[in-house]
């Protein structure tokens, strides 16, 4: 899967999902099996996932081309074009120093950039799916705005499908419920992406996800 040796980042990967939608479990999984997830991270104000996963400086750049709060378009994406192919080869000497193997980046905004990432990066794409009545669940107990739960996810999920199809890219789907039940599925999950973990390693992401 090494997408990347010759243009000095480590392979990535991009995990895709609307909010609640568990993109952070999933993300904080990938990042304790040799991924690095380029931190700092935005942090929530949910205790249960007070850390998201999401590099700030990350979601920062994605905030100056979309709103959060609409989904609607404020900036060009070639902003991200010319910032985002440094920025990896910065974060994969970072990552090298921590013996990590892979890139793992997330946010919902990532569908909305799918051939922007295929040009830069090639990354191999995860899409994390969950019931709409779960994602509201999890958004009200968040007390979060709309537009974080059974609102925004259907634009999240159409936006990824199309971009993904109109870039002519394979992905994979990771079923959340199915990833947090099924050792099968996350053993799966790990072969495909090419990661290769410590035992100390596999038995820390395993403990990160709760029952």
């Known amino acids: 899967m090494d997408n990347s040796s010759e243009v000095g980042f480590l392979p990535v990967v991009c995990v895709i999902g609307s909010w609640s ?25 949910d205790p249960l996932t007070p850390d998201s996963h999401e590099s700030i400086e990350l979601r920062n750049r994605l905030l100056r081309i979309y709103d959060e709060q609409t989904l609607r378009r404020i900036g060009q994406p070639e902003l991200l074009l010319a910032w985002l192919r440094p920025w990896l080869v910065e974060e994969s000497a970072k ?9 793992v980046i997330k946010h919902p905004l990532l569908a909305t950039l799918v051939s922007l990432l295929v040009e830069v ?23 979060w705005p709309e ?21 002519q890219q394979s992905f994979l789907t990771i079923a959340f419920a199915d990833f947090l039940a099924s050792n099968a599925t996350r053993d799966f999950l790990v072969r495909t992406l090419e990661l290769t973990p410590s035992e100390s390693q596999r038995q820390s992401a395993e403990a990160w996800l709760r029952p």
Do not use: M, W
């Open 21 to 45: 939608s568990g993109t952070t479990a999933v993300t904080g999984f990938l990042a304790r099996l040799g991924a690095y997830s380029c931190p700092p991270h935005f942090r929530t104000n």
């Open 95 to 103: 990552a090298r120093l921590q013996g990590c193997t892979h890139i």
């Open 121 to 143: 990066c090639n990354p191999t794409f995860v899409v994390v799916t969950r019931p709409l009545p779960a994602i509201e669940r999890t958004r009200l107990r968040r007390n």
């Open 147 to 167: 537009v974080y739960g059974a609102k925004g996810a259907p634009a999240i999920y159409s936006t990824a499908l199309n971009c993904l199809i109109d870039a």
